[in-house]
C-alpha cells in the first residue's frame, strides 16, 4: 500500500521561514509533489520533485531524498495570506495504472 | 483561459437518489481524476482515466461510476447517494503522468438529505 505522513498542524510568524516534512512509503515511486489548499478552495500546484535535490520556485522550495523517501516544503517570507493546508502527494505507479495520492494535510497558521 | 470546469458547483439530493456530477477540460490533458475529499481531510483518489484506460481504487464504493465519453469531459455517477458520501468532489487534470502538477476544478459541494 502506500503512505504520506506529514504534520497535523504548524504555526509559524509572518516574515519567518517554516519547513512541512513529508514522509512516505510506496511502490513504484517516480515524484512528489506539493499542493496549497485555502479553506473552500481547491488545491494548487505548488511544485514536483522526482530526483533528490532542491527545487526552487520563488518563496517556496521543495526538496527530496529518495533515498529516506522523505521529502520537505520550505517557505520563505512568510506572508498571513500563506496561511493554509499543504498536501504533500506522491506519484507512483507504472503507465497507465500511475496515480497521485495525498497525503493527511498540513495546516499552516501564520501570526503576525 | 485554459481550465477546468465542474458543474454544477453545489449539489443537493436526497438519500438514494441517483446523481451525476460533470468536468470539463480545455487544457487538452490525458489523465483525468475524480477526487473525494471530507471536511479537514486530504484529497482521497476515487478513480482516474489515463487515456481512454479506466483505473479504479481498490477502495472506492461500486456506488461511483465514471465515464469520460472524450478527452474533455468526464462525469461521476454515484447510483445511490448515502449520507456518507457527503463532500466536496474534485475533478482534476494532468499531462501524462502529472509531472507537471495536476489542474483543479473548484469541486462540486454535495449535501445528501
Known amino acids: 500500500g502506500q503512505s504520506l505522513e506529514q504534520p497535523s498542524e504548524v504555526t509559524a510568524v509572518e516574515g519567518a521561514i517554516v519547513q512541512i516534512n513529508c514522509t512516505y512509503q510506496?511502490?513504484?515511486?517516480?515524484?512528489l509533489s506539493w499542493y496549497q489548499q485555502h479553506d473552500g478552495g481547491a488545491p494548487t500546484f505548488l511544485s514536483y520533485?522526482?530526483?533528490?535535490g532542491l527545487e526552487e520556485t520563488g518563496r517556496f522550495s521543495s526538496f527530496l531524498s529518495r533515498s529516506d523517501s522523505y521529502g520537505y516544503l520550505l517557505l520563505q517570507e512568510l506572508q498571513m495570506k500563506d496561511s493554509a493546508s499543504y498536501f504533500c502527494a506522491v506519484q507512483s505507479g507504472y503507465s497507465s495504472a500511475s496515480k497521485i495520492i495525498f497525503g493527511s494535510g498540513t495546516r499552516l497558521s501564520i501570526r503576525p | 483561459d485554459a481550465m477546468v470546469i465542474q458543474n454544477p458547483r453545489y449539489q443537493v439530493t436526497q438519500f438514494g437518489k441517483p446523481v451525476t456530477l460533470s468536468c470539463s477540460q480545455t487544457?487538452?490533458?490525458?489523465?483525468m481524476y475524480w477526487y473525494q475529499q471530507k471536511s479537514s481531510q486530504a484529497p482521497k483518489l476515487l478513480f482516474h482515466?489515463?487515456?481512454?484506460?479506466?483505473?479504479n481504487e481498490a477502495d472506492t464504493p461500486d456506488n461511483f461510476q465514471s465515464r469520460r465519453p472524450n478527452t474533455s469531459f468526464c462525469f461521476l455517477d454515484i447510483r445511490s447517494p448515502g449520507l456518507g458520501d457527503a463532500a466536496m468532489y474534485l475533478c482534476?487534470?494532468?499531462?501524462?503522468?502529472?509531472?507537471?502538477?495536476?489542474?483543479f476544478g473548484p469541486g462540486t459541494r454535495l449535501t445528501v438529505l
Open positions: 482534476a487534470t494532468s499531462r501524462d503522468r502529472g509531472t507537471g502538477g495536476l489542474f
Open positions: 482515466y489515463y487515456d481512454k484506460d479506466f483505473n
Open positions: 487544457l487538452n490533458h490525458n489523465v
Open positions: 510506496t511502490s513504484g515511486f517516480y515524484g
Open positions: 520533485n522526482a530526483l533528490d
